[in-house]
């Protein structure tokens, strides 16, 4: 992978978020693949794995997903109705990178430290194969979705708060590309 992979770009469109999320996904799976199973699980220095990395992005897509399938009335009732235009990707993307600068984490969505598993192989695939499934259904979900509502209604981040469910996808991408980015960088320090 060249030092630009896993770029985001800034998509807008639900589309555009679909389309970007799902190739930075093939991007990851494609870096990790060769990389072998004692590396996808060892700890990068002082940092997670790669394994933990992905198991992450997993946590904290599925709510994601599961969000966008819940009736739009649901969502209305519990989280309201946003009154404004969404947030561009630069702006949800400097939110986000303020909040870590202060030292937000990943609280509940860190994933746990597992034991070794007794097939790093197999468990591997177990991790791989959940990432791409709640990519999946995100993707699927995100379809539901037409602009005009991606903007009116909104969802909880433990971070950054309320988000349209169009600042949400643009979260969901960021992230993605975000953790990528972090595994190659430290693999690459590492060599």
Known sequence: MSPAAFETGEPETVVQLSQGLSRLVAEGTAYLAPMPDA???APQGKA???????RHLRKSSAPVAMALKLPRLLIRIRFGLRSG?????AEVRQNYLAKLAEGADAGSYTPRRDPPPANLTDRRREIMNAWAAVTVELTNAMAGWNEPDADRYQLPHPILGLLTVREMLIFTVYHTG?????VQERAQENR
């Open 85 to 89: 235009p969404s947030r561009r990707f």
């Open 178 to 182: 975000h953790h990528l980015r972090r």
């Open 39 to 41: 590396q996808f699980f």
């Open 48 to 54: 997670w794995s790669p394994s933990e990395h992905v």
